[in-house]
């Protein structure tokens, strides 16, 4: 996981010690992601399956994508589809994602780097993998998360945030650890580049075998914890914990993670991704890819889409789906 890192991890701000008043957040639920295959095939875990949204509010849905070595002509995205009501967060550790979208944003994401699009009022976006992606194959690994917008929000106008893997904020924890990279939101003082409309912290996390992490968090967000790859334990309990499980944390001031003595030679350490936000509390009315209030704004979204109010796809897109350039290749069909 090349992400971003650093030579010397002592050299970065470390986290403030937890004070004697500072309560540990308990765990409320360990869930394991059933896996799954999402646009034109490419392989998910959906991270947040079986968890009630009140538990995850702000927060929609998490996709993990892969951890999956492509073979030539397997990698995959997704056709152009429309959004209204929320943002997308993609946060690419492996390999790259192209993306448009018809408000103007897009552009190429790798390793480390995270493309944020509010859909808000509407449009149409695309994202798949780079044509030498496509014809040379490699490793691809990321996340994709749906941040809610409150009904306030919710047709505001839409943004694109480019943030690159140079821009998020290192950290360390008290004693070298773990290092953590904050792309959004403020952890124990320090900002992360991502502007959010919805308060929320976003950090991937790296912990060596047998380090403990001891992380300070809002307590008026909620905290979930994804690992990514590796094995470990959370809370004050010590629940175990591996790859492709959440942890849902209760009230507290603190979240308390430690990683296994031994990993295994793929996950050298546990990766995590750790994230929270302040509920919104506002009624949920989801189905594909709109996420409203009402069942009335729903059907609204759907008929806008339909009419092409949410934008048209470009007569020259500068990213064509995967399998068009699969299909460009002499004696390959795809069926």
């Known amino acids: 996981m090349p992400a971003v890192t650093v030579d010397n991890i002592l050299t970065l701000p470390r986290l403030s010690p937890p004070g004697a008043e500072s309560v540990s957040r308990e765990v409320h639920t360990v869930s394991t992601a059933p896996k799954g295959f999402e646009g034109e095939g490419f392989p998910v875990r959906r991270a947040f399956a079986g968890v009630p949204l009140e538990r995850l509010d702000p927060f929609i849905h998490m996709d993990q994508m892969g951890e999956v ?11 152009w589809h429309p959004h209204r009501g929320f943002e997308t967060v993609t946060y690419i550790i492996d390999g790259a994602f192209d993306h448009e979208d018809t408000h103007g944003g897009g552009g ?14 509407g449009l149409l976006h695309i994202e798949a993998p780079p044509e030498q ?32 893997s140079g821009q998020v904020a290192l950290l360390s924890s008290g004693d070298g650890g773990a290092l953590l990279r904050v792309i ?20 991937h996390a790296t912990v060596a075998p047998g380090a403990r992490l001891e992380l300070p968090w809002r307590r008026d967000f909620n905290a979930l914890v994804y690992v990514l790859s590796g094995s470990g334990v959370v809370g004050p309990e010590r629940r175990p914990i591996r790859e492709g499980q959440l ?58 889409f339909q009419a092409g109010r949410l934008g048209v796809v470009p007569k020259q897109p500068r990213v064509r789906p995967a399998l068009d350039v699969v299909a460009d290749q002499p004696g390959h069909h795809v069926l």
């Open 69 to 79: 070595e492509y073979a030539p002509l397997e990698p995959r995205g997704t056709s």
């Open 108 to 121: 190429t994401i790798t390793n480390g780097d995270t493309q944020w699009m509010t859909a808000g009022s």
């Open 133 to 164: 992606l496509v014809m040379r194959g490699g490793l691809f690994h990321g996340i994709q998360l749906w941040v809610n917008l409150p009904g306030t929000m919710k047709m505001s106008d839409p943004r694109y945030q480019d943030i690159r």
């Open 184 to 203: 959004a939101g403020d952890v124990d003082g320090h900002d992360g580049p991502g502007i959010t409309h919805t308060p929320i912290s976003l950090v």
């Open 247 to 304: 942890a849902v944390f209760g009230a507290g001031d603190h979240l308390e993670v430690a990683a296994g003595d031994r990993q295994d030679e793929r996950s050298p350490s546990l990766e995590l991704l750790v994230l929270g936000g302040r509920p919104i509390r506002e009624p949920v009315a989801a189905y594909g890819p709109f996420v409203m209030n009402t069942k009335e704004e729903l059907i609204a979204a759907f008929e806008d």
